[in-house]
């Protein structure tokens, strides 16, 4: 009984023996991941500077998330006193900022356009801070509470 070996390469179209090499000319998946993470550090650029146009007094807290992220912390404030929570995102589309205990202070909207938002906050026992963004949007948002 004989036995048969088949072998298959790839070749050119006209049979001509010879490799054939594609070209893509779509990008590499790493490529597109640093093009993201660059427009991302672009726009956490642009949103802590328009936050250190306005910083007044001592930073108690402060970051940038991404908006589909948000932001969701419970800084330690000292119960009594006020202080000055500012917000400003780049991208699009806006959150939606929720404090908590409601009578900390009222809630409000951060559009994503660079505008600083600012708000006063009551420290009472505790104090939860969450900021979400609406379903369409994108960016970061940059975040500081200061002492007022």
């Known amino acids: ?4 070996l088949l072998l298959a390469s790839c070749t ?4 001509d023996g010879k490799t054939a090499h ?3 000319s779509a990008p590499t998946a790493s490529a597109s991941q ?3 993470k660059a427009g991302e550090e672009k726009l956490k650029s642009q949103a802590q500077a328009a936050l ?3 910083h007044s007094g001592t930073l108690v807290e402060g970051g940038a998330e991404r908006v589909t992220d948000g932001i969701h912390t419970e800084p330690a404030l000292s119960q009594g006193r006020t202080y000055r ?5 780049a991208g699009g589309g806006s959150a939606q900022v929720t404090l908590t205990p409601a009578n900390a202070g009222p809630k409000s909207t951060v559009p994503c356009d660079r505008t600083v938002v600012q708000q006063r906050i009551t420290a009472h026992r505790q104090v939860r ?4 963004g609406a379903k369409v949007s994108t960016g ?3 975040w500081q509470i200061d002492t007022v």
Do not use: F, Q, R
């Open 1 to 4: 009984m004989a036995s048969v």
């Open 12 to 15: 050119s179209g006209a049979g």
């Open 22 to 24: 594609s070209i893509s």
């Open 34 to 36: 640093a093009a993201a």
């Open 52 to 54: 250190g146009s306005v």
């Open 85 to 89: 929570l500012i917000l400003a995102c």
């Open 129 to 132: 801070i969450d900021v979400d």
């Open 140 to 142: 970061v948002i940059a």
